[in-house]
């Protein structure tokens, strides 16, 4: 069985439910409706049924999923004026978050906040600032956490990679430009994914132009920071830096520039500097290198709300909506 049928098998005994907002979406729709009859989870897509009801026969699918029109929800005021709670301190007043309620995706952060989803999906449609935007100002960080990032599950082509070719990159869609200590919290929430997701021991690779001083720059030292933090506040992550993406993880390489790392030549969760080299590295690696590149399923946050590529299919959406179960597990 390989990984993604692994976590489908998990997800199915979880029986969770998963807001879709994004109803005029055909790639949301064709994924609510598979996410059904695989049983993964039980989605609930946003929007209007009667047009939903349509476009589904249009289609050639089975509306075999619930669809909630939010604009006539009960729930609608408690949200709105929940939101204007929330955010009355920053200038909001009761008309704009009664507007900031409307948008789907907004709703469905509520929808998460208050236990009728246990997370959602968006993005298909949206940007991923627009989608972390409502993540953030509905859901908020967990405790402890000041970072949400992101990372992708890359599944490549290549078994010697990672656990048989899968791989966590971060973070490839959130912080532009993460100082030494965001960059930490990055790799140690990468990591405990790791764990979590591909159930093995991570060896994290905090990556650079660079390997152990063979460049010197500001943004080497920044790494090297990072690397620092983390030893400090958590020093059961196997971690090593700054690498080389060929000498992370490519083992005769990482032997020769690198000899004694825990990390070099077999790392399992690649950290980016910046998201620069992040969003273009996983692009790359899915598009050119034929990996899956699942996500980005976000961290950081108290709740999951996860996003998507504006590329994405179908089956990305369940996929995502799969690895959305598996985080709340
Ligand atoms: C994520 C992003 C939208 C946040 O932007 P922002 O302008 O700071 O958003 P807001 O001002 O609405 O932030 C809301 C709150 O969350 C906080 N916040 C912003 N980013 C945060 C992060 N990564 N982690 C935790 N909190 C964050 C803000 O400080 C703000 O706090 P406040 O409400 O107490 O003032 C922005 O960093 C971004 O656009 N990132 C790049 C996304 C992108 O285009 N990726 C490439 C394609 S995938
Ligand atoms: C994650 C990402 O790059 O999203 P998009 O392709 O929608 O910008």
Same mark, same amino acid.
């Given at each position: ?7 489908? &098998?998990?997800?199915?005994?979880? $029986? ?39 476009? *589904?026969? &249009?289609? $050639? ?19 709105? %004026? ?10 909001? =007043? ?33 940007? =991923? ?11 908020? =960080? ?25 791989? #966590? ?15 930490? %919290?990055?790799?140690?929430? =990468?990591?405990?994914? *790791? ?29 090297? &920071?990072?690397? %620092? ?70 961290? $950081?946050?108290?709740?999951? *709300?996860?996003?998507?590529?504006? $590329? *994405? ?15 709340? #597990?």
């Amino acid at each position: 069985m390989n990984l993604m049928d692994r976590f489908k &098998e998990r997800a199915r005994k979880a $029986g969770k439910t998963i807001v879709l907002p994004e109803g005029t979406d055909d790639r949301t729709l064709k994924a609510a409706n598979a996410a059904v009859k695989e049983g993964v989870f039980k989605p609930v897509v946003l929007g209007n049924p009667d047009k939903i009801s349509k476009r *589904c026969e &249009e289609l $050639g699918i089975e509306m075999n999923f619930e669809v909630l029109d939010h604009l006539k929800a009960d729930f609608f005021d408690k949200y709105a %004026e929940f939101y204007y709670q929330k955010r009355k301190a920053k200038g909001i =007043t009761k008309e704009e978050a009664e507007e900031i309620m409307k948008d789907p995706l907004f709703f469905g952060a509520m929808m998460v906040e208050d236990e009728k989803a246990d997370g959602s999906v968006a993005g298909a449609l949206n940007t =991923t600032a627009h989608t972390v935007r409502a993540a953030l100002h509905i859901i908020g =960080t967990k405790p402890g956490s000041k970072t949400v990032s992101s990372f992708f599950l890359m599944i490549t082509q290549n078994p010697a990679f990672g656990v048989d070719g899968a791989m #966590l990159f971060a973070d490839c869609a959130i912080v532009p430009n993460p100082t030494a200590i965001q960059l930490a %919290e990055i790799a140690i929430d =990468t990591a405990d994914n *790791c764990k979590k997701f591909l159930e093995v021991e991570p060896k994290v690779a905090l990556l650079s132009f660079s390997t152990k001083g063979s460049a010197n720059h500001p943004d080497v030292d920044k790494v090297r &920071e990072a690397l %620092e933090y983390i030893k400090t506040r958590r020093p059961d992550i196997v971690v090593d830096g700054e690498l080389q993406a060929d000498a992370a993880i490519v083992d005769s390489v990482g032997k020769k520039k690198a000899p004694g790392s825990p990390v070099a030549g077999n790392a399992n969760v690649l950290i980016f500097p910046d998201l620069d080299a992040g969003n273009i590295g996983y692009k790359l690696t899915q598009r050119i290198g034929n990996a899956a590149a699942i996500g980005p399923v976000l961290q $950081g946050l108290n709740k999951p *709300c996860n996003d998507l590529s504006r $590329g *994405c299919s179908w089956q990305d959406i369940v996929d995502t909506g799969v690895l959305t179960v598996i985080q709340t #597990l």
